[in-house]
């Protein structure tokens, strides 16, 4: 297939690629809600900075929408805040999961 096909060929799947290959943090689920058709994840960050558009990886991928923190919409979190995380797309998870975050 030449480049230029490549290119601009349709992609398959859900748009849900992580690019790297190292996880910039990790975050524990302790509680998965579903508001207005999305999933948000409330639970702690244990390791690194996570932001928005950043990729949650369990056992399957999600951009992250948005987080909020004390009720109040910030542009980032790390280690040791507890935070809402809203999702994209909804991943299976449960309470006490332990999910990876990768820089998209």
Same mark, same amino acid.
């Given at each position: 297939?030449?480049?230029?096909r ?8 859900? *748009?849900? %690629?992580?690019?790297? #290959? @190292? ?6 689920? !302790?509680? $998965? ?16 900075l ?15 929408? *948005?987080? %909020?923190?004390?009720? #109040? @919409? ?6 040791? !805040?507890? $935070? ?21």
């Amino acid at each position: 297939m030449s480049f230029l096909r490549r290119l601009f060929a349709p992609q398959k799947g859900s *748009g849900s %690629e992580i690019v790297s #290959r @190292k996880p910039v943090g990790r975050f524990r689920v !302790d509680r $998965v809600l579903r508001v207005i058709h999305r999933q948000v994840l409330i639970g702690e960050v244990l390791e690194g900075l996570v932001y928005p558009g950043y990729k949650v990886k369990g056992r399957k991928a999600s951009p992250i929408m *948005g987080i %909020e923190r004390e009720h #109040r @919409k910030v542009d980032f979190a790390v280690a040791g !805040d507890t $935070v809402a995380i809203t999702l994209e797309h909804e991943i299976p998870c449960e309470k006490g999961e332990i999910l990876e975050i990768y820089q998209s």
